[in-house]
Structure formats: structure tokens, C-alpha cells
């Protein structure tokens, strides 16, 4: 009991979650952890969905599972879905199973087969603190061990395999991706193909559309063969949406919750867990600086509803914008925000006055960068660089984008795109005309088709925004494109920041390699 006692306390800050349907079962486990390992962090969870929210949200160290979670057999379909969802999880975690009443030992060694359960413990025992806290123990010192031996197989320049364990943890976990696209260009086909796929994978553990969207059309286009596994990736990554705003929604009920309770720590933790995961939700902006103000930091609250507003006014809310900097002013008698709400009722002016008037849309013939020191070297480097309305920390768009590829920059200068689908032509055509296209045409009508022939005719390369609202539109124009073939990207998501993406890393070296031929 010493023994694991010291074990617990050794590890750095674990994150361990009791899930069982039974609220006397979570209670039992979790304080019998508690008082052992101050540092360990321990969510109590009620259901398989809760379970399912806590992996997205940051990789478990051990699940402590009760077989009353999804039927009591653990031998049946229920317990073995849920045990698949953990499989499934990147890292894995290690997991106790805990159960009451008496256990056949076939489902005993059936459970004690599976690698990553890590001890069973029945707690309806006189000595059930005893093992469950050696189970533990153990549990949580297996799982070090092989993240660490998953580390060390990425730092020997492994990082595919690394992955593959379902060991990888930590800041390899975090630099698998740039690992990888730094090996692609000079590895071999075999390889190539595998690194490929654990980029998808690790995108898809991440919720990440965007990033499994573009590997995804890397492997189709690097591998035509392949082309049927790349379609597969890109359909899944259609239903991550729905997931993401699912999780969106479990988190967004969570810190609700936690509000009327009026834990606003925990509201804070929810709502930068929210804005992590999809950066455009309003109400977690709201709820994150409510609970600012109620904890007293109204410096930070007010940072978060100018924030907000940049948000509002990006998306064209304009009304959510104004009202947002009203509540700005009504938390600032002193006037200390006075110059910099000015500043954003400019830019939300001038910006209405050119998307009034098309013709007044700015084309940036000259140097135009943000204030981050990236983008500035860059464009140190290259003579010049178009630069995304810079945000309040300083940072632009294309900077917080990654996209500053030398070879990339500037590449639609002089060129016409269009942008066919999604729901922000205005949001659109700043984003291409800033990374120097002579001329953007936007074509957001999902309910008319009729004029995508045109529009794709007299453009050098395309952007198809798809979607269920943009369907009948973006099939037309695959119709239209196989026709009269040119270069285009697709684009699964509405959002400005994803279509100068998808320009700067897609469309921009398919123009040019087409430039060269």
C-alpha cells in the first residue's frame, strides 16, 4: 500500500477519470484516490458520452471503469463499445476495471486479457481501497513507461511508429505534424504513404477537419492509387463537424451548469476548452468574460469582449459588434478603452463602406504586414507579403495559419479566383485580394447554380466551399471543372481563415506548377 502510495504521489499531475452509471460507485473510487496523490486530477463521469467528451478534451492517463457504465457483461456489445472508444483514443489510456457483486471468471480473464486494462477490482470488498489503489498505482506507472519508451522511439526518428504505439504523449505528440511534413518531401513512396496516413489519423484524434482535409488531398494527389482511401478520409472528415459542434455543445452545457452553480473557475476551464476546439463561438467568448468579471478580473473581461467583437466583425455580425463594444463602454466609466473602441468602430465604418461598393474593395499593391516578427522576417525575405486584417494580439491571419511558405507567397497576383459556396463572400474576397489576387468572384447563392459555368470559365483557379447549405452548388461546379479542367481546392468549412488556407497551401502551387507547363 506504501509502495503505491509513493508511485501515485511521484507521477506529474495525472489525469484520471471514474466512470460509472452508479453515483455510490464514482463516489467510492474517486475518494479513495483523492486523499493519496494530491495532484492527481480525477473526473467523476456518468456516462459513456461524458467519457467520450473527457477524451476529446485532453488525453486520460487511466480510466477507472465500472461495469455498470454500459451493461454489466463485459463479454457484450454495450461494455465493448466502450472499451473500443478508449482503444481508440491517442494516447490510450490504462484502465481498472471495478465492479460489484461476484465476477465469472470467464468474464474475469476476459477482462484481464485486454492489454490496457490494468487490474479488476470488486468493491463491494473488505480490502477494495487496498487494491484499487495498487491497481492504480500500477496502472498509471505502465502508462509512463510506455509514453516514455513512445518519446524516446520519436526522438530516435520514428515518429510514425511513435504514433502507431498509441503511446505518444506530450510535446512529441505536439510536434508529430511538423515532425512529419518536414520528412515528406524526401522519403520514399512506402514511407511517404505511411507518414501521410498518420498525419489523417492524428488530425482526426485532434478534431481537426481542416488538417485532415488537406493530407487527405496530399495523399490523393501524391498517390492517385490511393485515391478511394483519400475519398474515404475526406467523407469522415465531413462528419467531424457535426462532432466537433456536438463536444462544442456537451462543453458549452458543462460550463452552464457551472455557472448556476457559480464555480466560475470551471466555467473559464470549459469555455478555453470551447475556443480551443472551434475559435468562432460566440458563447463561449460571453460566458468566459462573464465569469472574468464575476471573478474580479475586469481587465481580462474586457480584453475578451474586444475579442468578441473582432469576432463579430469578421463574420459580418455588425449589430452583435456594436452591442458588444457598448457593454465595453458601459464596464469603462473611466474612458480608458475610449481610443481603442473608436478605433474598431472606424474599421467596422470602413469596412461597410467598401463592401457598399465593390469597387472600392482595397487591392494592396505595396507592402502591408503585421506587427508579429514572423510575418514581418518574412516579408524582410520576399520583398513583400499580403497580410490578413491583423487580430488584437498582433498576429495575422496567414501568420496564425502557419502559411508563410516562401515559395507560396504572392502566387495569385495577377490572377482571378473564384470562390464558389460557403456563407461569407465579403470575409472571402479580403482574404484573396490581401494575399494578392487581381480579382476575386464569389459565388454564394446556394439556391442558383446557373452561374457557375461563368464564373469558372474566367477564373485561373477555384475554391470550392462545400456543404450541406452549398451542395447543389459545389456539385455543378465539379461538373463544370471536370469539363474545363483547372486548378481548384476543396474547402470544408465556412470560414474566411480556411479559404485563405486553402489558397496559400492548395491552390497557390497547383497555379503555379500550371504557370510552369
Known amino acids: 500500500m506504501d509502495a503505491a502510495r509513493k508511485r501515485l504521489a511521484a507521477l506529474e499531475r495525472p489525469r484520471v477519470a471514474v466512470a460509472a452509471a452508479d453515483e455510490e460507485a464514482r463516489v467510492a473510487v474517486a475518494d479513495a484516490l483523492d486523499p493519496i496523490a494530491p495532484g492527481l486530477r480525477c473526473e467523476r463521469l456518468a456516462s459513456a458520452e461524458e467519457l467520450e467528451l473527457a477524451l476529446a478534451r485532453e488525453p486520460l492517463d487511466l480510466v477507472v471503469l465500472d461495469l455498470g457504465l454500459a451493461g454489466a457483461d463485459p463479454l457484450g456489445p454495450s461494455f465493448a463499445a466502450v472499451l473500443a472508444e478508449l482503444e481508440a483514443a491517442s494516447p490510450r489510456p490504462a484502465i481498472v476495471v471495478t465492479h460489484h457483486g461476484a465476477l465469472a471468471s470467464a468474464n474475469r480473464q476476459a477482462l484481464e486479457r485486454h492489454e490496457r486494462v490494468r487490474g479488476v477490482v470488486a468493491l463491494d470488498e473488505n480490502d477494495r481501497v487496498v487494491k484499487l489503489i495498487e491497481a492504480c498505482a500500477g496502472a498509471l506507472t505502465w502508462t509512463a513507461e510506455r509514453r516514455a519508451a513512445a518519446a524516446a522511439r520519436f526522438a530516435e526518428g520514428d515518429p510514425c511508429g511513435a504514433y502507431r504505439s498509441g503511446d505518444l ?11 512529419i511534413e518536414a520528412a515528406l518531401p524526401s522519403l520514399k513512396d512506402a514511407d511517404a504513404l505511411e507518414a501521410l496516413r498518420v498525419a489523417i489519423a492524428d488530425r482526426y484524434d485532434q478534431l481537426d477537419e481542416v488538417g485532415v482535409v488537406y493530407h487527405a488531398t496530399t495523399l490523393r494527389d501524391r498517390f492517385p492509387a490511393h485515391a478511394g482511401e483519400a475519398g474515404a478520409w475526406l467523407e469522415r472528415a465531413e462528419g467531424l463537424i457535426g462532432r466537433v459542434y456536438g463536444l462544442v455543445d456537451l462543453e458549452l452545457e458543462a460550463a452552464l451548469v457551472q455557472r448556476r452553480l457559480g464555480n466560475f473557475p470551471r466555467v473559464l476551464e470549459a469555455c478555453v476548452a470551447v475556443k480551443a476546439r472551434l475559435g468562432s463561438v460566440y458563447p463561449a467568448y460571453a460566458l468566459e468574460a462573464e465569469a472574468l468579471r464575476m471573478l474580479g478580473r475586469l481587465d481580462e473581461a474586457i480584453e475578451v469582449y474586444h475579442q468578441l467583437a473582432e469576432l463579430s466583425l469578421r463574420n459580418g455580425e455588425v449589430e452583435r459588434f456594436y452591442q458588444v463594444l457598448r457593454t465595453i ?71 496564425d495559419l502557419g502559411l508563410l511558405r516562401a515559395e507560396d507567397r504572392q502566387v495569385l497576383a495577377g490572377l482571378t479566383v473564384a470562390v464558389i459556396g460557403g456563407r461569407l463572400p465579403a470575409a472571402y474576397e479580403r482574404a484573396l485580394y490581401e494575399l494578392g489576387a487581381r480579382e476575386v468572384r464569389v459565388h454564394a447563392d446556394a439556391e442558383d447554380a446557373q452561374g ?42 465556412y470560414g474566411a481563415k480556411q479559404v485563405a488556407r486553402a489558397a496559400a497551401l492548395d491552390l497557390a502551387p497547383r497555379l503555379r506548377a500550371a504557370a510552369v507547363t
Not at 504523449?169 to 511538423?178: N, V
Not at 447543389?472 to 481548384?488: F, I, K, M, N, Q
Open 169 to 179: 504523449a506530450g510535446p512529441a505528440r505536439e510536434g508529430l505534424q511538423a515532425a
Open 329 to 399: 463602454a458601459a464596464l469603462d466609466p473611466d474612458g480608458a478603452q475610449a481610443a481603442r473602441v473608436g478605433a474598431a468602430r472606424s474599421r467596422a465604418q470602413k469596412l461597410e463602406d467598401e463592401h457598399a461598393d465593390p469597387a472600392r474593395i482595397p487591392r494592396y499593391p505595396a507592402l502591408r504586414v503585421c506587427s508579429h516578427g514572423l510575418c514581418q522576417e518574412a516579408a524582410e525575405a520576399s520583398g513583400g507579403f499580403f497580410a490578413v486584417d491583423a487580430t488584437l494580439d498582433g498576429r495575422c491571419d496567414i501568420c
Open 452 to 493: 457557375v459555368p461563368a464564373l469558372i470559365q474566367g477564373a485561373d483557379g477555384v475554391v470550392l466551399v462545400t456543404g450541406s447549405c452549398a451542395h447543389g452548388v459545389t456539385v455543378r461546379a465539379e461538373r463544370e471543372l471536370a469539363r474545363h479542367p483547372r486548378p481548384y481546392v476543396r474547402v470544408h468549412f
